[in-house]
C-alpha cells in the first residue's frame, strides 16, 4: 500500500506562485508515475499534470508554460511549482500515483487527502 501527503496549499493573489509538495511512504518501492488532478465543486477531478519515474512529463493545456511537475526519486516526493496563477486555477489539487511508469491520461489508484489552492484578490 502507498500513502501520499500533499502540503504547500493556500491562497496566493492572481498572477503569484505557489509550490505543492507530495511525499509518497509506505510500499514506495511500488510507485511508479505520480501527478496532481484537481477537483472544484461541480466538476470533474481532472488531470494537471503527470511525471514518470525517468521525468517524462504531460500537462493540461490549460497549465502548460505556467506550472512545472517534479520530483525527487531520492526523497519520494513530487512537486508542482505554480506560476502566473489564475483565479480558475482556485481548486483542491490532489497528489496521485500509480505503479506502473508511463505517461497516463487517467489517474492511478493512489490519492492524497487534497490540498486548497485558492487564487484570488
Known amino acids: 500500500q502507498v500513502q501520499l501527503a500533499e502540503s504547500g496549499g493556500g491562497l496566493v493573489q492572481p498572477g503569484g506562485s505557489l509550490r505543492l509538495s507530495c511525499a509518497a511512504s509506505g510500499s514506495i518501492f511500488s510507485i511508479g508515475t505520480m501527478g496532481w488532478y484537481r477537483q472544484v465543486p461541480g466538476k470533474q477531478r481532472e488531470l494537471v499534470a503527470g511525471?514518470?519515474?525517468?521525468?517524462?512529463?504531460n500537462y493540461a493545456d490549460s497549465v502548460k508554460g505556467r506550472f512545472t511537475i517534479s520530483r525527487d526519486n531520492a526523497k519520494n516526493t513530487v512537486y508542482l511549482q505554480m506560476n502566473m496563477l489564475k483565479a480558475e486555477d482556485t481548486a483542491v489539487y490532489y497528489c496521485?500515483?500509480?505503479?506502473?511508469?508511463?505517461?497516463?491520461?487517467?489517474?492511478?489508484?493512489?490519492w492524497g487527502q487534497g490540498t486548497q489552492v485558492t487564487v484570488s484578490s
Open positions: 496521485n500515483g500509480r505503479r506502473e511508469s508511463a505517461i497516463y491520461y487517467s489517474p492511478g489508484p493512489y
Open positions: 511525471i514518470t519515474t525517468g521525468g517524462r512529463t
